[in-house]
């Protein structure tokens, strides 16, 4: 049991250490028509929702606040990407209220992504690797540089 205990703590000590992320589940999310979709099988979930395949490559996931003006001015940089030309979806995330826009996840996953920060990008690929992250406003050209 002792040894258990041990394995658990070094494991969470090294990755508190190394900086990986802290919400380790696969993130769940919704289209307006509260289709589910899982980070990790993208490409199947759409195809499983839509019926057809869409060569979706990427993932964008905003989280913040509703009332957020950092993520309202994240919002407006990144409506001016072209998403589906760029093979991605945006998901927002809002740990403070329920959301039913376009894709966005339920209040508990927000705030797991958040982890008690103000303000989360993430970039995940198609497979649901994080591929990059950040606590800032991002704009277009990072989001094509990962």
């Known amino acids: 049991m002792k040894s258990?205990?041990?394995?658990?703590?070094?494991?969470?000590?090294?990755?508190?250490?190394?900086g990986c992320a802290t919400y380790s589940q696969p993130v769940r999310f919704y289209d307006a028509?509260?289709?589910?979709?899982r980070i990790t099988s993208l490409r199947q979930?759409?195809?499983?929702?839509?019926?057809?395949?869409?060569?979706?490559?990427?993932a964008v996931l905003v989280a913040a606040q509703s009332d957020s003006q950092i993520f309202?001015?994240?919002?407006?940089?990144?409506?001016?990407?072209d998403w589906e030309n760029e093979r991605a979806i945006l998901i927002t995330a809002l740990?403070?209220?329920?959301?039913?826009?376009?894709?966005h996840t339920d209040v508990k996953t927000a705030q797991d992504v958040l982890a008690g920060r103000p303000f989360m990008i993430q970039l995940y690929s198609h497979e649901g690797d994080l591929l990059a992250?950040?606590?800032e406003p991002v704009n277009l050209r990072w989001i094509q540089a990962h």
């Open 4 to 18: 258990i205990v041990k394995l658990a703590l070094a494991i969470a000590l090294n990755a508190s250490i190394l």
């Open 33 to 37: 028509s509260s289709c589910e979709y």
């Open 45 to 58: 979930d759409i195809h499983t929702c839509y019926g057809e395949a869409f060569p979706i490559e990427y």
């Open 72 to 81: 309202r001015e994240q919002l407006k940089t990144l409506a001016g990407f």
């Open 95 to 103: 740990a403070d209220k329920a959301n039913n826009d376009g894709y």
């Open 133 to 135: 992250e950040s606590n």
